[in-house]
């Protein structure tokens, strides 16, 4: 009788390469050569050179994310760029607000219970994070580790009593001992990170995009600010490839293969994208020579128009190309005067290099029963 380890192995990669990251685990189950294969597709495997493996943020949901763009910017016309997108089921119960990603690991914000969950994917395990006190709908993430590879979460909080609620004090949570540190700043920093900023994570730390107003009011002083979790502090400020940042712009960050820092600069009229040496919702393919540009489609004057979830293709030469992924729902808001306006989710991507981490997290799979139960 024939049994999985008997299917050749090329057999097996194609099948492997068919599936979405989250199946990964009950592969792992079957043998020890589906096991050995399924860490190949992911580290490094032909299959995955191809790809882009990695999760992003969708409709306040979780979701793998298969990204193909091989030949994209070849002039045949019948290339094809196809996103294999898959809700997490693990995390289905729940609306995440935030998603931070860092060495295999992901880190979720609970959307209207501002708890965290961590999760494995790879493993398919979740730990649910506890605060100290509470935490707050403007907290800002991060996740990374030290030199021993100790992963640890930052939690940067402000005044929120003030109107500002500009940075005031940051803690840092250590999964090895299930506690967390807190720190004051000996002086109010001359700096502040927005609330709806995300930092990138790179060899365990993590880069903000930091601001320091200016005198004309209206433009900032924009810079890159290091947390480093071995030391537990913020660095010195590292320069950006501009100058000033306003109202008028948006910048979001990404990494580069764990090596480089890549700056989204977008204004009303413009796209532009530089790489940092030092090392958003964007990723950079090089051997393609082509950036993924995640967001809404062009914007509809008629708010009853449907408008798409869509990622954007950019390459040198005025390369470009759309694929709509999905239809963004219209989550109308009333301001106090009873005017609706529509409100659309934008995608955002939380991890575009998957690297599966093996590190074993305090189980906790009832996630959607904690939810219905009210624990927080």
Known sequence: MKTMSDIPGDVVEEI???????????????CKMWNALSKKRILGGESAKKQFLGFMMMDYKVCSMKFDLQGIRNDDEEVFVDPCIKQVS????????????????????????????????YLGQ???????????????????????????????FGDYESSRSQVSGYEVYDLSSDSWKTFDFDV??????????????????????????????????????????????????????????????????????????????????????????????????????????????RHKHNEEA?????????????????????????LRTSDKFGCRSAVYCRPLVCSSSYVPNLVQLHIDNKLGKRKEEGHD
């Open 16 to 30: 492997l390469s068919r599936l979405p990251l989250i199946s990964l685990r009950a592969v792992r189950s079957t």
């Open 90 to 121: 693990l995390l289905e119960k729940v609306e995440i607000s935030k998603a931070f990603h860092c060495d295999g690991l992901l880190l979720c914000v609970i959307k209207d219970s501002l708890s965290l969950v961590l999760w494995n994917p």
């Open 126 to 156: 979740i730990r649910w994070i506890q605060p100290r006190n509470s935490f707050h709908r403007l907290d800002r993430y991060a996740l990374g580790y030290d030199e021993n590879r100790n992963h640890k979460i930052l939690r940067v």
């Open 188 to 297: 109010s920093p001359d700096w502040d990170i927005q609330s709806h900023q995300r930092g990138v994570s790179l060899k365990g730390n993590v880069y903000f995009l930091a601001l320091e107003k200016t005198r004309s009011g209206r433009e900032f002083e924009a810079f890159l600010l290091c947390f480093d979790f071995t030391a537990e502090r913020f660095g010195p400020r590292l320069p950006m490839p501009f100058q000033f940042f306003s109202a008028e712009n948006f910048v979001s960050l990404s990494c580069v293969r764990e090596e480089q820092v890549a700056v989204l600069y977008q204004n009303w009229e413009d796209l532009e994208i530089q790489v940092n040496n030092l090392a958003g919702s964007f990723f950079i393919d090089e051997e393609e020579n082509v950036a993924v540009v995640f967001d809404l489609d």
């Open 306 to 330: 449907c408008r798409y979830q869509t990622a954007y293709i950019l390459g040198q030469d005025g390369y470009f190309k759309s694929v709509n992924i999905a239809v963004a729902p219209n």
